[in-house]
């Protein structure tokens, strides 16, 4: 998935390419290491590593050009960061063998974010996996995840640019995924931008934002703009709000090192609802071209108000500060509903309401449009409630309408 975070109109052909690990026109044949930095932590587990091992089911990652190095600070044997994931990767009956090969593609390295010792042991590992499976007309290729908090992202690319570089006359590339949040607001985003960027080049960094990968938010675009159904009814003479709602069953449970820093709108609504409400209330895009359709998100956006406090609703749920991570004193809010208020000739009037909580009881991420009512009813429908078009995005994805019927 290449940049689709929103936020500017810089275009990325217009941005620099000066660095010699180009993404363009490169062999994809050679030793791949996958290095999965935040190796200990909880998105590596319960998502990095199972997509991997998907991709490693599929045959996209073959184990004669393939090593995964797992990173972080704590002190972890190769077995024992394999026993820590072994748990997440779904596999049935018949894949155990493909799982036991896979986990012996993993290898973990320890060391801090921002010393090189530890960076010079992970290069050493990556080489020493290149040098025994490059033959002559092949190069190596290192994809590097930031499976990290936002804090640290700077110092972990200094290191990797600094002490994990391949050797340039070796060809190849070298590529950088980044997870969400980008930054903390305006500010430390534009920073944390010029800081990468002045390390790599913008084709190759990768900012990820995994709910763009999820089944129903790939179809938003294509349910909107290739059903004629919707084309009439998709605006503020219809439509009487539109609620984007998540909800988790479970709490930090040892993650507070990160989410404490952070909090639900910047966990999830900054990034996760913001791009489904894009989704939902841009203009049709010129084309499906990735900076087309970025430009429609960045015009809608901008056409956003600024947020009322009386349209904010924060909370934090009980126990949250027993997590022996998290700070005895913390007010990170766990739970946020924001009104977004667009203004613009589609939308003025209609309130996209955002929902986003941890700890609550239930595990769902839906999207609700609902309709104006009926004019001039004669029948009485209002008890029935309005017609609503939910969008199921998990768990079991789902599109349904509620009518009116007697
Ligand atoms: N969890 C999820 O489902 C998802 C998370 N993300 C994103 O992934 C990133 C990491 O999240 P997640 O894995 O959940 O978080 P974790 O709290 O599990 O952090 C990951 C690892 O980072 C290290 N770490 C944690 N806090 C700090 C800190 N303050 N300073 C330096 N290192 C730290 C720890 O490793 P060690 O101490 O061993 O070095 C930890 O194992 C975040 O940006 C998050 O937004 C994105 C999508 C889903
Ligand atoms: O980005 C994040 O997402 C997960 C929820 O992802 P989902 O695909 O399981 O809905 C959330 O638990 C985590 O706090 C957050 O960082």
Redesign the pocket.
Known sequence: MAASNAGTMEKRGSLKTTDSFRTENVPETGPLAIIVLGASGD?AKKKTFPALFNLYRQGFLQSDEVAIFGYARTKLSDDELRDRIRGYLSHGKDNTEDLTKFLQLIKYVSGAYDAEEGFRALDKAIAEHEASKLSPGESPRRLFYLALPPSVYPSVCKMIKFYCTPKADLGGWMRVVVE?PFGKDLASAEELSSQIGALFDEPQIYRID??LGKELVQNLLVLRFANRFFLPLWNRDHIDNVQIV?R?DFGTEG?GGY?DQYGIIR??IQN?LLQVFCLLAMEKPVSIKPEHIRDEKVKVLQSVLPIKDEDVVLGQYDGYTEDPTVPDNSNTPTFASVILRIHNERWEGVPFILKAG?ALNSRK?DVRIQFKEVPGDIFKCQKQGRNEFVIRL?PSEAMYMKLTVS
């Open positions: 998105l969400k995994h709910y998540f988790e993650r989410f966990d999830i996760h941890k991420a998990q």
